[in-house]
T-cell receptor
Framework: EDKVVQSPLSLVVHEGDTVTLNCSYEVTNFRSLLWYKQEKKAPTFLFMLTSSGIEKKSGRLSSILDKKELSSILNITATQTGDSAIYLCAVKLNAGNNRKLIWGLGTSLAVNP | GAVVSQHPSRVICKSGTSVKIECRSLDFQATTMFWYRQFPKKSLMLMATSNEGSKATYEQGVEKDKFLINHASLTLSTLTVTSAHPEDSSFYIC????????????FGQGTRLTVV
């Protein structure tokens, strides 16, 4: 059965800290891995990773995929209270599986002032 | 980025009635739309995948007759919760994907359904 596991499930940090969120996967038909941020409503897209070892960066957020280890990390540096959210990782399957997304449970991040 | 509009954002209905939720892609053609359900503090649970002009593919355990999905055009998909019961109360989210392998899925704003 295809699955995506995120860790930790929840995390509480202080403003200015750096956090690393983990996502590991076991799927039969990997195409890409995606990271989303969910606040009160629907998830918003952060990154899509398809190649191993190539870091994607957006401001204080960065992410990298390791296909050998079947995992990805999402880094947030100099955290701010606005970073508080649930961070979701999803793996996109190949076309034979309708390219559907397999979702992890998410990491709930709380950044305290 | 692409915009997906979901309507209504919140609905309260009586047990036994049906509720229709719309998902529209506003600035691109959505070849595939996904419908999810999310319980509090839980991840997204895929309910069904719909491709324009064909029948939806439902995930195991999701009742087809209960959750009717129609994807009649490249910009609109609807989810109808039929004969709603309190246990159907949940957050329902749609996502839409356009042409091309590299398009990520864009999400609607979600619909909070409360059945009383």
């Amino acid at each position: 059965e295809d699955k995506v596991v995120q860790s930790p499930l929840s995390l509480v940090v202080h403003e200015g800290d750096t956090v690393t969120l983990n996502c590991s996967y076991e799927v039969t038909n990997f195409r890409s891995l995606l990271w989303y941020k969910q606040e009160k409503k629907a998830p918003t897209f952060l990154f899509m990773l398809t190649s191993s070892g190539i870091e994607k960066k957006s401001g204080r957020l960065s992410s990298i995929l390791d296909k050998k280890e079947l995992s990805s990390i999402l880094n947030i540096t100099a955290t701010q209270t606005g970073d508080s959210a649930i961070y979701l990782c999803a793996v996109k399957l190949n076309a034979g599986n309708n390219r559907k997304l397999i979702w992890g449970l998410g990491t709930s991040l709380a950044v305290n002032p | 980025g692409a915009v997906v509009s979901q309507h209504p954002s919140r609905v309260i209905c009586k047990s036994g009635t049906s509720v229709k939720i719309e998902c529209r892609s506003l600035d691109f053609q959505a070849t595939t739309m996904f419908w999810y359900r999310q319980f509090p503090k839980k991840s997204l649970m895929l309910m069904a995948t719909s491709n324009e002009g064909s029948k939806a593919t439902y995930e195991q355990g999701v009742e087809k007759d209960k959750f009717l999905i129609n994807h009649a055009s490249l910009t609109l998909s609807t989810l109808t919760v039929t004969s709603a019961h309190p246990e159907d109360s949940s957050f329902y989210i749609c996502s839409a994907r356009g042409f091309g392998d590299s398009t990520e899925a864009f999400f609607g704003q979600g619909t909070r359904l409360t059945v009383v």
